[in-house]
């Protein structure tokens, strides 16, 4: 078993819509938690890094962590065709360095 | 552009042979860091440096060796090349190396192995 799973998708929605992208991890000890997006034939980005359980939002994206229930979660509201491209989580624990663990990632496309 | 260069863009050799790709860190950035990507593995974190020593080790193969000179970029040498190291690698940077600093990816090598 992956210690972080993601659904790879892929997901197709249409413009506007309200698009819920989720993980889930098996590592308590994982602290660190954030949303790289990866266009096509791209390096991935990030978009958000959160610490602690609770919501942080950054304009039309919000970042969710449940560490009880070891899930976290990135919404994207008012989706556009430029948001369509893969998502991926990553988190660490952060023993003096930043071994990222990512999930599978999730190929998002927004249709017009 | 995330100012990270990696080269070559592209690398096609055969099985059994050494290739070695190349990392440039954005300006200022002391920590460099490298990645795998594959379709049945995802991306997979190999290997950091920082300052010129490494950090940290991640799933990198006995095949698989790095360094980061004193001008700071990097490099990647996989050698006894199989299929299955057939790939993305990508080579990402960061200021430091503390919990909070941000990596920058770079746009990756593609590695074939025929």
């Known amino acids: 078993q992956k210690e972080v799973e993601q659904d790879p998708g892929p997901l197709s929605v249409p413009e506007g819509a309200i698009v819920s992208l989720n993980c889930t991890y098996s590592n308590s000890a994982f602290q660190y938690f954030m949303w790289y997006r990866q266009y096509s034939r791209k390096g991935p980005e990030l978009l958000m890094y959160t610490y602690s359980s609770g919501n942080k939002e950054d304009g039309r994206f919000t970042a969710q962590v449940d560490k009880s229930s070891k899930y976290i979660s990135l919404f994207i509201r008012d989706s556009q065709p430029s948001d369509s491209a893969t998502y991926l989580c990553?988190?660490?624990?952060?023993?003096?360095?930043?071994?990222?663990?990512f999930g599978q990632g999730t190929r998002l496309t927004i249709n017009p | 552009d995330s100012g990270v260069t990696q080269t070559p863009k592209h690398l096609i050799t055969a099985t059994g042979q050494r290739v070695t790709l190349r990392c440039s860190p954005r300006?200022?950035?002391?920590?460099v860091y490298w990645y795998q990507q594959s379709l049945d593995q995802g991306l997979q974190f190999l290997i950091q440096?920082?300052?010129?020593?490494?950090?940290a080790k991640g799933n990198i193969l006995e095949r698989f060796s790095a360094q980061q000179f004193p001008d700071l970029h990097s490099e990647l040498n996989l050698s006894s090349l199989e299929l299955g190291d057939s790939a993305l690698y990508f080579c990402?940077?960061?200021?430091?190396?503390?919990?909070?600093?941000?990596?920058?990816f770079g746009p990756g090598t593609r590695l074939t192995v025929l």
């Open positions: 990553a988190m660490n624990t952060y023993q003096g360095a930043q071994k990222l663990v």
């Open positions: 300006s200022g950035d002391l920590s």
């Open positions: 440096y920082y300052n010129g020593e490494e950090r």
């Open positions: 990402a940077s960061s200021v430091a190396a503390g919990a909070t600093d941000t990596q920058y």
